[in-house]
């Protein structure tokens, strides 16, 4: 098939090659100094500068998802929205877990390593606990539903063709680098587990057509239930 639009599709893929690579780069660099918090802190400087250049030229967040939402209907669908999404992630996670562990990549009954390390604290410490739950919304919550599905999602489609199998593949890729991001302490379990959760939402993301409040909720409601069990020392 013909490129129609050549110079749209290759700016795309400069721009969207360019924003992962300042991300995981920044990561990288920031492993050496904040390790627990390299991952919130280089999302957080990638978004600020993401937000510059697309204010550069004239592209909002409301476009890609954080919009606005019209008139009652649209607010009251927002909680059975995040719901869905919720049982989305609990599931994808919990049925990707086992079937890791039925063909031998993982054991569901052992926590990676780098999980310990880097939330051990959590447990019974109150004011560690309310940093992280923090963190949960505006790192977890926002800037990662923000980066991984509005971001990713929407250059990766233009990268690829902007409809039909192009979506496929802009989530899947979106997928990819969202579990990547978790394998520096979770390992080959938290990628992939963390890949498919990515996947789930990102197909959320296209059903509620492009809308990342349900996400941005839900994601923040996991997260906080995840720590609250790290902090009550409860076995999930």
Same mark, same amino acid.
Request: glycine content about 12%.
């Given at each position: 098939?013909?490129?129609?639009?050549?110079?749209?599709?290759?700016?795309?893929?400069?721009?969207? =090659?360019?924003?992962?690579?300042?991300?995981?780069?920044?990561?990288?660099?920031?492993? *050496?100094?904040?390790?627990?918090?390299?991952?919130?802190?280089?999302?957080?400087?990638?978004?600020?500068?993401?937000?510059?250049? /697309? *204010?550069?030229?004239?592209?909002?967040?409301?476009?890609?998802?954080?919009?606005?939402?019209?008139?009652?209907?649209?607010?009251?669908?927002?909680?059975?929205?995040?719901?869905?999404?919720?049982?989305?992630?609990?599931?994808?996670?919990?049925?990707?877990?086992?079937? =890791?562990?039925?063909?031998?990549?993982?054991?569901?009954?052992? *926590?990676?390593?780098?999980?310990?390390?880097? !939330?051990?604290?959590?447990?019974?410490?109150?004011?560690?606990?309310?940093?992280?739950?923090?963190?949960? !919304?505006?790192?977890?919550?926002?800037?990662?539903? /923000?980066?991984?599905?509005?971001?990713?999602?929407? !250059?990766?489609?233009?990268?690829?063709?902007?409809?039909?199998?192009?979506?496929?593949?802009?989530?899947?890729?979106?997928?990819?680098?969202?579990?990547?991001?978790?394998?520096?302490? *979770? =390992?080959?379990?938290?990628?992939?587990?963390?890949? /498919?959760?990515?996947?789930?939402? =990102?197909?959320?993301?296209?059903?509620?057509?492009?809308?990342? !409040?349900?996400?941005?909720?839900?994601?923040?409601?996991?997260?906080?239930?995840?720590?609250?069990?790290?902090?009550?020392?409860?076995? /999930?």
């Amino acid at each position: 098939m013909t490129d129609t639009n050549p110079p749209s599709r290759v700016r795309s893929l400069i721009e969207l =090659g360019c924003v992962v690579a300042f991300a995981l780069i920044s990561k990288l660099i920031l492993d *050496q100094y904040i390790w627990k918090f390299s991952g919130p802190v280089s999302l957080a400087l990638t978004l600020v500068l993401f937000s510059v250049w /697309m *204010q550069r030229r004239g592209e909002t967040w409301s476009a890609i998802g954080l919009r606005p939402l019209p008139g009652p209907k649209a607010k009251l669908l927002i909680l059975p929205q995040a719901l869905l999404v919720v049982v989305a992630i609990l599931a994808t996670g919990v049925l990707t877990g086992l079937a =890791g562990d039925a063909l031998g990549l993982w054991s569901v009954a052992e *926590q990676p390593a780098g999980v310990a390390e880097r !939330w051990g604290d959590v447990r019974g410490n109150l004011p560690v606990y309310l940093l992280w739950v923090t963190l949960s !919304w505006v790192s977890g919550g926002f800037a990662e539903e /923000m980066f991984f599905r509005g971001v990713l999602i929407t !250059w990766a489609a233009r990268v690829f063709g902007g409809k039909g199998a192009a979506l496929v593949l802009a989530v899947l890729f979106a997928g990819f680098v969202f579990g990547y991001g978790h394998f520096y302490y *979770q =390992g080959l379990r938290g990628w992939v587990s963390t890949g /498919m959760i990515g996947v789930a939402l =990102g197909v959320l993301y296209l059903v509620y057509k492009r809308n990342l !409040w349900p996400l941005i909720i839900a994601h923040g409601l996991v997260d906080t239930l995840v720590f609250t069990a790290h902090y009550a020392d409860l076995d /999930m």
